[in-house]
């Protein structure tokens, strides 16, 4: 097994609603922020390379939006899904799978694209088989009005519409579960109903694509949720479970959305779980 990095684009979130109700004097420490209130996010997606199997974990927000839409989340950088496979000697055609750790546009808007006339979508992987789970499928076509702004149909539908959507299968509902993709996924409800969160065996260490569990370094400390999450309480039973054990465990946490932090490993302090190194993907290969 190989994985590599794929970063699809960064864009900018406003810091209050991603910190929730910690203070801007205290979060602002870690992620800074510009006049207009917004920190910098990276949408970092992650591929495995398994044998015949290329599984992308997340696909960004895709390109086929408005300029409207777009303009509320001020992209930066040269990024863009195709550019980051052809450095590692991909194309998108050769993606078998697409798991989706939940289907906010941020995580999912890449998997559809226009067809070729623009006058309806297609899939984006035309050879991948799109995976999420039951529950969170239902919660997303079927979306409460807080989270209707995140599922967009056009993200959604297309893939069912191709026979290429598929459901994880639950298992006995323990701490991780297995599934048919080779890693363990960690399903949690604080975010949004039935995020999964992916513990992939590499080189003898755990490395957990992070996903809202942790969107940032600075999302390490338990209180520390995002505004958008839709059981905040929730959020913090489960994120202080996944803390016990990424400590005792030595996980290495892989961040999707931290624009300068890639990696990193946690120890126990007098104030909980903390940082303990911070490193490159570059280091983890080595």
Known sequence: MTIYPVETGNFK???????????KSIWSRTNPADSNNMIDIAARSLLIEDGDRLILIDTGMGDKQSEKFFGYYYQWGDHSIDSSLEKIGFHRDDITDVFMTHLHFDHCGGSIQWNKDRTGYEPAFKNAVFWTNENHWKWAIEPNAREKASFLKENLLPMQESGQLQFVKRG??????KSELGFDILFIDGHTEKQMIPHINYKGKTVVFMADLMPTVGHIPLPYVTG??????????????????AVKNKFVLFFEHDAHNELCTLKNTEKGARLNELFLFKDLLG
Do not use: H
């Open 13 to 23: 979130l406003d810091g209050g609603a991603m910190f929730g109700v910690v203070p």
């Open 172 to 177: 006995a509902n323990a701490f991780l579960e």
């Open 228 to 245: 958008y999450d839709t059981r905040p309480l929730l959020s913090m039973d489960e994120k202080g479970l996944f803390l016990e054990q």
